[in-house]
């Protein structure tokens, strides 16, 4: 079960990007890579939901 769950986040983590946190105001803003941003229609101005989850954070636009 251990080298399961291994293997579940090994999949995931291939398939992620480096990102740039930076100091917008009294926020801490993300820099979402354009090909990212293309593939979930995701623009300035568009609204979205960040989530906590076991993992770290989750951004999911709306």
């Known amino acids: 079960k251990q080298l399961k769950v291994l293997a579940n986040k090994y999949r ?3 398939h992620a990007k480096d990102i740039t946190f ?4 009294n926020s ?3 820099r979402i890579p354009s090909d990212i941003a293309n593939e979930y229609n995701i623009s300035a ?3 979205g939901t960040l989530t906590k ?8 636009p709306t």
């Open 22 to 25: 930076a100091k917008w105001g």
């Open 53 to 60: 989850d076991k993992e770290g954070i989750k951004i999911i």
């Open 45 to 47: 101005g568009k609204h």
């Open 12 to 14: 995931k983590l291939r």
């Open 28 to 30: 801490i803003a993300v």
